[in-house]
Each structure stands twice: as C-alpha cells, then as structure tokens.
C-alpha cells in the first residue's frame, strides 16, 4: 500500500554511517533559528480565548514541540505536545481569559538533541457574557444501542471554563450522576457500566465567572444489551517511540482476546489521518507502507468487536530513519540535502513538423528518467538515458537522482519536475510599423506564428533581444530579423526607406551614395490617398525652392544647380480632391 503518490520519492534503505556517526556525535547545532509566533503575535493583547497558535516554519526542522503556561517555560497549560511536523495547535478546551500565556517551542530533532527555544507571549481577553450550550458528540443525541461501557463526550463551547454533568433514567433524573462540576474538561467515564437497554438522559451546562449556559437540552440515548468490549492494544513493530524505523515496515501490534478487528489511523500530526484513515485489519499486522523518512508518525489502534470500540485507546508515535535530507550536519552547522539539484526550464519547443526534437538533461547526476503524462494524468517511461525525443506537445517529467552508498545498502536520492513540452514555428513578419521619435525612427515588427521569438537589427547572428521594438534608428536600409528561440528557423524583412504614416520621407541624404539621395512622396506607403497633384519645398523662411512632379524621382537638395545646407525644409503638398498636407523633413549631408 503506497501512502500517497509523490510523498517519498527517495527509496532509503540505509544510512551512510559517516554521515550517521558525524550526526549522533554533536547534541545541538549552533546558532540554530527558532520560529517566531504569527498568530497570535508576540506581545499581542485581547487574544481571544478561542484562539488557535500558529508559529512560523522552519526549513530543515522535521517537527515540533510545544508547551504552553502561565510563567516563561510555563508547561501547567499543556505539558509538551508533540505535532509533528504541523505549525499550528488549536487548544481543545481554550484558553484561560486574562491571561497572560507563554508559548515555548521545541525544535524536534532525528540525529541531535531537540532545541528549546526561548518563550514568547500574548495576553488573552476578558470574557465578558456567559457560554452557549454545548452538543453531545459521543454518543450523539437519540442514539441508540450504546454500548453500556461507553464514555461520553461533548463539544467544546466557547468561553466555558467549566461544566455542569447530570445523568440519569428520566428526564430530570440525576441518579447515575448527581449534577457534578468536572472543571474544564470534555469527556466523562462513568465509574460503573450504564444500565443496559435504558434510556439514559445528559444534562451538561457550560459555565464561566460570568454565569452559566441557560435554556440548555436534556440529551438522552439508549443503551443495547451489556456485552464486553475490547480493550486496547499496543504496538509491538515498531515499538512505541522507536526512532530510525525502516521506510517500509509492516506495523505489528498485539492481539486483543475479544476483539473480532482493528481500526488502523496513521498521520503526519497528531490531527491529521492522511496516511491512514480507519482502516479496517482483521489481523495483527499492517500491508507494508512506504513512509517519508525523516519523519515522525501517529498511529492509533482501536480494536472492534460486535459489542463497539475499544474506548480510550491512545494514540502512539515512531520516526523513520533518515533519509535524503533536509537535516543539519552538526560539525559543519549545513543543512544537508541529498536530493540533486534541478536547473532544467519549465518549458521546452520542439519544431512543428520534425520527426522528434533530442532534449538532454541540463543537470549532471547518477541517473535520467523521463515520463510522458496523458490527458488523464497518467504517467509512462518513455527514456532512461540522459537524452530524449520528444515529438509532440504535451505535459512530461524530469526526474534525476543520485546513488549514495551506506554500510548496509544504498540512498537513492531524486529530484523531479513537470514540464510543458510546446510546439514551435518559424515566424511571419507581418509588418514593420515605421514612427519617428526625438532621436531617429522606432522599429515595431509585428509577428505572427506559434513560436517564442527574439529579434535583431541588420545582423543575421544579433545580438538578439526578447523586444520586438527598436528605437534610435537612422534613416536608410535596414533588415529585421525574427529567430525562434527554439531553432526552428530565422524570418526576415528588409525596410528600403522610413517613412510617416503619410508616406512623406522625414530624412534624406542627397550625398551621392545611392541611398536616400532624392526626396519624393511614396504612394505606396498608403494605398488609400487619392492622387497627389504637386509638391512645394520651402525653406524656413518661407521661399519657394522647388516645385516636384510626384511622377519624379523626387527633390534632390539643390537651387539653381547649387547644393542647400543640412537644415529642416517644409513642404506643401496638394491632393486633387483639393486636400492638403503640411509637414517638414531633415536633409543630412
């Protein structure tokens, strides 16, 4: 029987016994952090009396201890619980009202001594009204065919510090239990069996300093014929408190004489069921479970038989052994983690099209393994080497581990990781938009494509940059490049010349070179206009240089045969729906 899928990745079967000597050998580790309260603060006040504790987690500590009391290592409110690896504990009855509590917390420890650490404190409220009534929880109200041996329970009621107890054959009969003050406390174990095939009635009435519960129910349950119930049993395998217990043991306990089963909880925290909940044995002895190592378990058995449950029955604890980490080495005062390393991406493309794309690991280790994982979440095997072919999109995992020899057999130690596998294109340069800003033009390329795209300017090789915008750029011939990251190919796109929006040139360089040497209107830049008519250069001034057909090759910076000065120059240029626009540009020698 797995305990749950993912918890113990590492398959321990021993320890290194240097690791192992080095570990026993130093009784703290220097320095150690100890966690801080978070709910209730430290020095907090008007707590209410409901409160539950909350204290931070601490890397590398694999449980904790807490006791709580009215002086600084106080224990007369609870006298060291230990939770496991849990970082809250809600009291079950309360806690006392202006009051001031320490809250001490002792880091629980494997391989050293547990480190107690210094008290912190909060201040609860006053009360200031009466409890409610409470619920019988056990039995529970018009129940019938109780055990005769039952105990009786109830739940907790806010701001009760004490609780009247009655109980009787009638109603209002009180001769089993004349009505008797139990403190605060939730449960009563009537000193001699309940009458058998009774009707038995439960008066319980919560009180504080203010006053009691009013208008409170009478419970009542019947009881079955008197037959024997079990008593409780203990572990045998492994014994109760037993550290450095196997990964994978069978649980043993002793046989109970009357007991027909046993029902089997196992959890992380003394709150919790999560590795086993009531579970049914009808032997003495668990399936095997593979547990975390590092780890301290809870475990409570309650033998059954025709008659109820074994009443009573408390609840016992074992740690496994160590395993991959975390745990801190005392003579480095490290935390120590076996587990390999993982640096590979949360993402891989692969090319469309392609008969597989080869993935290899990015992280040295011992060994590879690599899962697909289906629509239903199904994993499966696909490679055990350091490489992989991955053909299509989807979700996978990449999982390493590390072999760690010990005196009586190995560690493997994984890592692991899921993975989305996408499915890559070489791009489609849609356009390049064209804007001019104070120092030049802006380059926007638009792309399409399913692809992760990075971009360069005039150089097939880069340098490329995850934006697709370019700023400061000089008037002239430019290439684009568009390169997906994933190799499936480089786009391109030439731009002759940068133009406006309008199709209006806003540089040229008349220099001779063959480039830009002529200023001219390109239709072509904006298909939509109507027919441009002519064309006026002024300078800035005002006067009239030059007057250009848009049939031309365009203005080529001269007057009368003599070459104009780099300066700005206007224009007016008429459309023949009679539009006109107005703008200027630069001439650069």
């Avoid at 299509?392 to 560690?411: H, K, L, R, T, V």
Wanted: proline content about 6%; overall charge negative.
């Amino acid at each position: 029987m797995k305990m749950k899928k993912g918890l113990s990745i590492c398959n321990v079967l021993a320890m290194p016994i240097f690791i192992m000597l080095m570990l026993f050998w130093h009784s703290s580790v220097l320095g150690q952090e100890c966690p801080a309260l978070v709910g209730p603060l430290n020095g907090e006040d008007q707590v209410a009396t409901t409160a539950s504790i909350t204290w931070e987690t601490i890397e590398g500590v694999p449980g904790y201890i807490i006791s709580l009391g009215t002086t600084p290592g106080g224990r007369d409110i609870l006298d060291e619980l230990n939770v496991g690896s849990s970082n809250r504990y809600t009291p079950p009855t309360g806690l006392p009202e202006n009051t001031q509590v320490f809250v001490t917390i002792t880091l629980f420890f494997f391989n050293q001594a547990n480190i107690t650490c210094e008290s912190q404190s909060f201040t609860t409220a006053s009360l200031f009204e009466a409890p409610d009534c409470t619920f019988l929880s056990n039995p529970t109200n018009n129940a019938l065919d109780v055990n005769t041996s039952t105990n009786i329970s109830w739940a907790y009621a806010p701001g009760a510090t004490g609780y009247l107890f009655t109980m009787g054959t009638t109603p209002n009969g009180n001769e089993l239990v004349p009505t008797t003050d139990l403190g605060n406390t939730l449960s009563y174990n009537p000193a001699i069996d309940l009458p058998e095939e009774s009707d038995i009635y439960v008066s319980i009435i919560p009180y504080n300093q203010i006053g009691i519960a009013l208008d409170c129910s009478t419970f009542v349950f019947s009881t079955a014929p008197q037959m024997e119930l079990p008593v409780c049993t203990s572990l045998i395998t492994p014994f109760n408190g037993e550290t450095n217990v196997p990964l994978s043991p069978i649980l043993e306990w002793n046989e109970v004489r009357n007991a027909t089963g046993y029902r089997v909880s196992i959890g992380t925290t003394p709150f919790e069921t999560d590795i086993l909940n009531n579970a049914a044995f009808f032997r003495t002895s668990t399936m095997v479970i593979d547990f975390e190592p590092n780890r301290t378990f809870f475990i409570k058995i309650v033998p059954f038989n025709d008659a109820g449950e074994a009443i009573g029955c408390s609840q016992e604890t074992f740690s496994t052994l160590l395993g991959c980490g975390p745990y801190f080495d005392p003579i480095t005062n490290e935390l120590i983690i076996l587990n390999p390393e993982i640096s590979f991406p949360d993402t891989i493309g692969i090319c469309q099209n392609d008969s597989g794309t080869i993935v290899s690991a990015t992280d040295e280790a011992d060994g590879y393994r690599w899962y697909s994982i289906d629509i239903n979440g199904n994993e499966d095997l696909i490679s055990i080497e350091r490489d992989v072919s991955l053909e299509q999109a989807g979700n996978y995992i990449y999982e390493i581990y590390n072999i760690i020899d010990g005196s009586s057999g190995a560690i493997e130690c994984s890592s692991s990781k899921t993975f989305r596998v996408e499915e890559s294109s070489i791009a489609t340069i849609e356009n390049v938009r064209v804007t001019e800003v104070n120092d030049g033009l802006n380059f926007e390329v638009k792309v399409e494509g399913n692809g992760n795209y990075e971009f360069a300017m005039d150089n097939p090789e880069g340098p490329y940059q995850a934006s697709n915008s370019f700023g400061g750029i000089t008037p002239g011939t430019h290439t684009v490049y568009v390169r997906d990251i994933n190799g499936c190919g480089v786009a391109e796109k030439t731009i002759q010349q940068d133009l406006t929006v309008e199709g209006f040139p806003k540089f040229f360089t008349p220099n001779g070179d063959g480039t830009n040497d002529f200023w001219q209107y390109r239709s072509e830049t904006n298909p939509e206009d109507v027919r441009l008519m002519t064309i006026f250069i002024f300078n800035r001034y005002g006067n009239l240089l030059a007057q250009i057909d848009p049939e031309s090759v365009g203005w080529d910076g001269r007057l009368n045969g003599k070459s104009l000065p780099e300066s700005n120059y206007w224009y007016k240029a008429q459309f023949e729906n009679k539009k006109e626009v107005r703008g200027y540009f630069t001439l650069k020698r």
